[in-house]
């Protein structure tokens, strides 16, 4: 369609919101205003970037990048409104239209980082960086800006350029391809069971699924198939050993098993590719190509983090197995424990050792007590107040916006918040923004936040009662949201939760520390019926149960790691076997003989087909992370106001301005070490 004929008149999401603080008018955006927009905010976007294109002056931090960094807001606030109703409210009209944006959307993407002549202009002003006198933020921006064009092949030879396209369009095939496989693996078997005593030991609600799943094929009995929520709980409580050995190596080696869904070829192909990547853009393996773009920096750094934590927890892991062992043997079993053996024993033992369970903890969690409670931290500890506001529009009438302030009454940010499950509304919880924060001419564009959950509903006779693991969801969450909402940058693009991928669990991960602390739930943990505090034995034993098996658990997800690491530090295309090359990679971390028939590579979706190459690394980095900035806390008081404040500035309101490294050491006065995290999983 030609542009002009695009029409603009009538759309919403053309014109400006006349709503409170310019939030997304909701009741007046019908479905068929989002294609017309998207296409007219590209269009604006294109004709943007023209203007910075075809500039006479000679480039300058201003007329370029900061110009470009300003380009498509109009995009930015469409696409804000339109994925996150995909998410929390989405139908089979909004899908359609997903699909028919998201090429646009990537089209438009691509073309920026390919236009020679804008990426011209940035490289005159990078080779000036030194004398710009920039602030440290400008120069992240600058930086930032350079290196996107150059990681997307803006500085190779033409030549090089299209090779380069030709190994990303078949990189995003394989790994199309992997996850495919390992879907179709999962979904093409299942054990039928039709002699109800050989499911001994599962509980009912796992009795039903499984009775549910049969009758849906049309077949007499249970199915026992792949999906977790089938299998986790089936190797955890089936007596009957045969059956778990037979699910275990179902599971175990999908995708290894030499038919058309193997996929021990695409891991080839995919390592080679991605070495040759790195290798064009000047990088000797994948991981220095990707960790430059991390808190991490480099390979020799995620080694040091998985040493540390190995040297404290595999010494922890082999008391923890022998005390299952010992365990699996005092209730009669006398043959080597196998790894489908292991949760089966460990699960019994658990239940032995703590006796705690969810319906134990619920009442003390009442939705409306934990958002106080939750809220009030943020009170306690930076000031914040939350004033809800109906008149700010909602897309569900069951989301509640409110208005944030801070101590000095300064308005900061609107904050939806959207608790409960609805048909359309995807699993999980997350955080998003609707509009991110910056500042131009003075004025600071103040963002709008969205948290999103799946919690218990309100029944008619109980009000909404979460879990334990829903509490601290509910922290995570909004430690995300201060993240946004506390934003205070000028660049939208290095603003809040814009940050390296191994950073931005620390503001989320950190809150969850106060949902163990006894002074911190006294607060609002009432009995929804009596109004009784929890009991301190509850709260010690929320504690201590966390951290069960907690070498174990550790030491299996360092496996991960050193197989992560070991596929990616590669410096020479792999021609080997799949299966000797993983075994030898994290031989340090197994506790159980080698298998055979098993793989976990061809199943590991995380690296294959995730985005998790050379970044597994980064769940261990953020609890490493997030013990050390908690601990500083535990020292000084858990609601210490010059800990909390230096917090705020150092690290919630800076985003992505400077490396993170730079920003924690700040707050922190040191980089982070693995003390604090071994000893809150009780390993030190
Ligand atoms: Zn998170």
């Not at 800006?145 to 990681?151: A, K, L, N």
């Not at 045969?242 to 070829?265: H, P, V």
């Not at 290095?494 to 991960?509: A, I, K, M, W």
């Not at 159980?592 to 793989?599: G, L, T, W």
Request: include cysteine; charged fraction near 25%; charge should be neutral.
């Amino acid at each position: 369609m030609h542009s002009a004929q695009i029409k603009t008149s009538g759309n919403p999401l053309l014109e400006v919101f006349k709503t409170p603080h310019e939030t997304a008018p909701f009741p007046l955006i019908k479905e068929e205003h989002f294609l017309p927009a998207f296409k007219e905010a590209i269009r604006k976007g294109e004709s943007e970037i023209q203007k910075i294109v075809s500039n006479s002056k000679n480039p300058t931090f201003n007329n370029t990048v900061v110009a470009l960094e300003r380009t498509g807001r109009l995009l930015n606030r469409t696409t804000g409104i339109f994925f996150n109703l995909l998410s929390s409210e989405t139908n089979e009209t909004l899908q359609s239209i997903a699909e028919e944006a998201s090429p646009l959307l990537t089209k438009f993407g691509n073309d920026l980082f390919l236009n020679p002549v804008l990426f011209d202009r940035i490289n005159v002003v990078y080779q000036q960086k030194n004398d710009l006198d920039l602030t440290p933020e400008q120069k992240t921006l600058l930086e930032d800006t350079y290196t996107d064009f150059v990681r997307k092949g803006a500085n190779l030879s033409d030549e090089e350029k299209m090779r380069f396209r030709e190994i990303s369009k078949e990189l995003s095939m394989l790994s199309l391809k992997f996850g495919d496989n390992v879907l179709r693996e999962t979904n093409r078997y299942e054990m039928h069971i039709t002699d109800k005593s050989r499911l001994s030991g599962l509980p009912d609600g796992m009795l039903e699924a499984a009775a549910d799943k049969a009758r849906e094929k049309g077949k007499e009995g249970w199915i026992i198939d792949l999906t977790l929520p089938l299998y986790t709980p089936f190797m955890k409580y089936a007596d009957n050993r045969e059956l778990r050995k037979k699910l275990y190596l179902a599971y175990s080696s999908r995708s290894f098993k030499g038919d058309e869904l193997d996929n021990q070829g695409n891991i080839k192909r995919m390592i080679t590719l991605r070495l040759e990547t790195a290798n064009l853009l000047g990088y000797k393996n994948y991981a220095c190509y990707v960790l430059k773009k991390r808190m991490a920096t480099a390979p020799e750094a995620v080694y040091s983090l998985l040493n540390d934590l190995y040297k404290a927890c595999f010494p922890a892991a082999l008391k923890e197995k022998a005390e299952v062992e010992r365990y699996a043997q005092s209730m009669g079993f006398t043959e080597e424990l196998m790894p489908w053996d292991w949760p089966y024993y460990a699960e019994k033992l658990k239940a032995s050792k703590y006796n705690l369970n969810d319906e134990m903890l619920k009442p003390y969690f009442e939705l409306n007590h934990v958002i106080s409670g939750v809220f009030g931290l943020a009170t306690e500890l930076y000031g914040l107040t939350f004033t809800p506001n109906r008149k700010i529009p909602v897309y569900h009438e069951e989301v509640l916006p409110y208005e944030v302030f801070d101590a000095d009454g300064r308005f900061l940010s609107v904050l939806y918040t959207d608790f409960h499950p609805r048909e359309g509304k995807r699993g999980g919880a997350w955080m998003n923004e609707f509009k991110g924060q910056w500042k131009e001419n003075g004025v600071d564009s103040r963002p709008h936040i969205t948290i999103v959950m799946n919690f218990t509903r309100p029944t008619k006779t109980k009000p909404a009662l979460l879990t334990f693991s829903e509490v601290r969801t509910f922290l995570h969450e909004f430690g995300h949201a201060l993240h946004g909402m506390l934003a205070d940058s000028t660049y939208s693009v290095l603003s809040g939760t814009n940050v390296y991928r191994d950073f931005v669990e620390l503001p989320s991960q950190i809150m969850e520390n106060w949902a163990v602390e006894k002074e911190f739930l006294n607060r609002f943990a009432r009995h929804y019926k009596t109004g009784e505090p929890m009991p301190e034995e509850l709260v010690n034993k929320i504690k201590t149960a966390e951290n069960y098996l907690a070498g174990i658990l550790s030491l299996r997800q360092l496996s991960f790691g050193y197989l992560d690491m070991a596929w990616h530090t590669l410096e020479e295309p792999f021609e080997g076997n799949i299966k000797e090359f993983e075994e030898n990679a994290w031989k340090k971390t197994q506790l159980f003989p080698v298998i055979e028939k098993v793989c976990m590579s061809t199943q590991f979706s995380h690296l294959f087909a995730g985005g998790y190459a050379a970044g597994y690394y980064g769940y261990k980095w953020a609890e490493v992370l997030d013990a050390d900035a908690f601990s500083l806390f535990k020292e000084k008081g858990l609601f210490n106001k010059e800990v909390a404040s230096s917090f705020r500035k150092n690290i919630l309101e800076k985003g992505g301005s400077e490396h993170p490294m730079v920003l924690y050491k700040r707050f922190r006065g040191q980089e982070p070490t693995v003390d604090a995290l071994l000893k809150r999983s009780g390993l030190k």
